[in-house]
């Protein structure tokens, strides 16, 4: 039986790993690679490296990061932020990651999801999506949700996974950096409406906001990131807690 | 010790060699199946689909064959695996034939299996000895063995069990990844590599 897991996402800016909050007033908080080893030794599944500037330049720069770290670490990669073509996702694999997250690409043109899976297989192709609440639901947003798509949430969640998505990576902008808690609602609704893993993501204030995340929420997997950049709490001990829960985890040693 | 990674020309093999190097050894990568069978240890990777993989090393397929049942140890890693099969539903072209047995298309309705899953009922020593318990998973298929007893260990996805580790002589074919397993992946690639040098 599939555990769920705990998914440790690093925002990473000219080589370096950096927090905001609803991505604005970024602060430094370390090495990525570093920090990549030391939550792999915590107990973390996977690894996510999300670059926030996203310009050309700073795509080699992630991809160099990637190949760094892929030499010492030894559980799944992936990287986002600014990768749009095929090519770049053949770049993202060579240089070590094991899947790619698409965001605003995908909503720009949804068939690059279908190319990479093609190519590369489905289990290497990320959709990520970020939304935030409107009147009737949740609208698809882009560029750290600065600009509004017009998309609704679930029909592009079902869109992405029909075009080959592997699993989606669904960022609540309203909840990003706030740790008041995973946007349950929008979890629940997304999880019911696909079959591939959902990464619940915005909002993680303490270990049972995770919990909720994969019970409540419906979420294969959760996306932590600023709660244990602050030490405020440690992979292991969000493990405990989903252990003590009864939800299916992978202990380390 | 030198380890040769048979590439079937379809990627990533960074991580895998990274591993290697970290259990100690020096890995090699060869495009060449036929080099491959003078290897010291072989291991065959885990990226790409079954039948351009196959295609690859069509013209060498008999004596990679011998070499493997005359005691070359090999590990095959995912689509690896699947390669030292017979043949596979995912496409055409003979697999090897170290290992008696088809591989299928896993019956879950989540396909592929991505994440990390138990090992059950393992009767493998290498499991023991590296402490691996959990490993990490990217499938959509998975080998069938005729014969149960070379089966070192299993998982189950959505009611679906399936091998997890097979062995013949000093040979073993894995589904999951090592390389992408953490520190008991990396020590189960090491504990594979001391036997071979025993």
Redesign the interface.
């Known amino acids: 039986m599939l555990r769920k897991r705990v998914v440790v996402c690093l925002d990473v800016k000219d080589g370096r790993v950096v927090k905001g909050t609803q991505f604005v007033e970024l602060r430094d908080v370390g090495d990525p690679v570093a920090l990549a080893m030391r939550y792999e030794a915590e107990g973390a599944d996977e690894i996510v490296f999300l670059d926030i500037s996203a310009s050309a330049d700073d795509r080699a720069t992630l991809f160099d990061l990637a190949q760094r770290t892929a030499e010492r670490l030894f559980i799944p990669l992936t990287l986002g932020g600014g990768i749009r073509r095929v090519e770049d996702v053949g770049l993202a694999l060579r240089a070590g990651a094991d899947k790619v997250a698409l965001n605003s690409a995908a909503v720009r043109r949804p068939e690059v999801l279908t190319e990479c899976a093609a190519r590369y297989g489905a289990q290497c192709v990320v959709a990520s999506i970020d939304a935030r609440r409107n009147a009737t639901g949740w609208e698809v947003v882009v560029k750290g949700g600065r600009e509004a798509t017009g998309l609704d949430a679930v029909a592009w969640a079902r869109e992405c996974e029909a075009r080959g998505a592997g699993e989606i990576l669904l960022t609540s902008i309203d909840r990003d950096g706030a740790r008041t808690g995973y946007d349950l609602e929008l979890t629940s609704t997304i999880a019911a409406a696909v079959r591939i893993p959902i990464v619940a993501s915005g909002g993680a204030g303490n270990a049972s906001h995770v919990n909720d995340a994969l019970t409540m929420g419906g979420a294969d997997a959760a996306l932590v990131a600023g709660i244990l950049h602050d030490r405020l709490t440690t992979v292991s001990e969000i493990k405990d807690a989903m252990a003590q829960a009864g939800i299916p985890v992978r202990r380390v040693a | 010790m030198r380890v040769t990674i048979l590439d079937y020309g379809v990627?990533?093999l960074?991580?895998l060699s990274?591993?290697i190097a970290?259990a100690g050894a020096e890995p090699v990568i060869v495009d060449d199946a036929s080099a491959a069978t003078r290897a010291e240890v072989l291991v065959l990777p885990g990226v790409g689909?079954f039948a351009p993989a196959a295609a690859r090393f069509v013209a060498a397929r008999e004596p990679l064959r011998d070499a493997i049942l005359a005691g070359l140890p090999t590990l095959g890693i995912c689509l690896g695996m699947q390669l030292m099969f017979d043949a596979s539903d995912e496409g055409s072209g003979a697999g090897l034939g170290v290992f008696a047995g088809r591989v299928t298309r896993l019956t879950s309705?989540?396909v592929?299996?991505?994440?990390?899953?138990?090992l059950d009922d393992p009767t493998e020593p290498l499991l023991a000895e590296s402490?691996l318990r959990?490993v990490?998973y990217?499938?959509?298929f998975a080998c069938r063995a005729v014969d149960p007893a070379i089966v070192g260990a299993w998982s189950?996805?959505e009611g679906d069990r399936f091998a997890a580790v097979v062995r013949r002589q000093r040979s073993l074919g894995v589904q999951f990844h090592p390389?992408?397993?953490?520190?008991q992946?990396?020590a189960f690639i090491r504990a594979f590599l001391q036997e071979a040098a025993a």
């Open positions: 990627g990533n960074h991580s990274k591993a970290a689909a309705e989540a592929p299996q991505i994440g990390w899953n138990a402490g959990e990490y990217a499938n959509s189950e996805h390389e992408k397993s953490s520190t992946g990396v």
